[in-house]
Nanobody
Framework: QVQLVESGGGLVQAGGSLRLSCAAS????????MNWYRQAPGKQRELVAGVISGGNTNYVDSVKGRFTITRDNAKNTVHLQMNSLKPEDTGVYYCNAHIKRRLGGPSNAFWGQGTQVTVSS
C-alpha cells in the first residue's frame, strides 16, 4: 500500500555528478524520516544521508561536502545530489522512509527497489 520508487542512477566518471530521486506513494499520513542507503559489492548496507520532516540532515563522513539530501514534504519526495563522485561511491542506492499511515499509528520503515550507481575511474 506504500511504494517508494527511485530514479536517477547510472554510470558516471569520477568527478561527475548524479541526482537520485525517490517518490513515496500510497496510503501516507506523514513521513518522519527519509534516508538514502547504499550497498557496495561484498559490503554491508550503510546509511549515506538522512533528512527529517523539519529539514535537519545528517551524512556519513565520507560524503560530507559532496552529497546533499533534500526533501519535498508536499510531494513526498527525497533527492540526493551527488557531486565529485568517486569510484568508492559505487553501489546500489536505496531509498528508505519511516511512514505513518494514519493519525496516531506506528511509524513503519519502507524501502525502494534500489538504483545502481557506478563511478568509473
Amino acid at each position: 500500500q506504500v511504494q517508494l520508487v527511485e530514479s536517477g542512477g547510472g554510470l558516471v566518471q569520477a568527478g561527475g555528478s548524479l541526482r537520485l530521486s525517490c517518490a513515496a506513494s500510497g496510503r501516507i499520513f506523514s513521513i518522519d524520516i527519509m534516508n538514502w542507503y547504499r550497498q557496495a559489492p561484498g559490503k554491508q548496507r550503510e546509511l549515506v544521508a538522512g533528512v527529517i520532516s523539519g529539514g535537519n540532515t545528517n551524512y556519513v563522513d565520507s560524503v560530507k561536502g559532496r552529497f546533499t539530501i533534500t526533501r519535498d514534504n508536499a510531494k513526498n519526495t527525497v533527492h540526493l545530489q551527488m557531486n565529485s563522485l568517486k569510484p568508492e561511491d559505487t553501489g546500489v542506492y536505496y531509498c528508505n522512509a519511516h511512514i505513518k499511515r494514519r493519525l496516531g499509528g506506528p511509524s513503519n520503515a519502507f524501502w525502494g527497489q534500489g538504483t545502481q550507481v557506478t563511478v568509473s575511474s
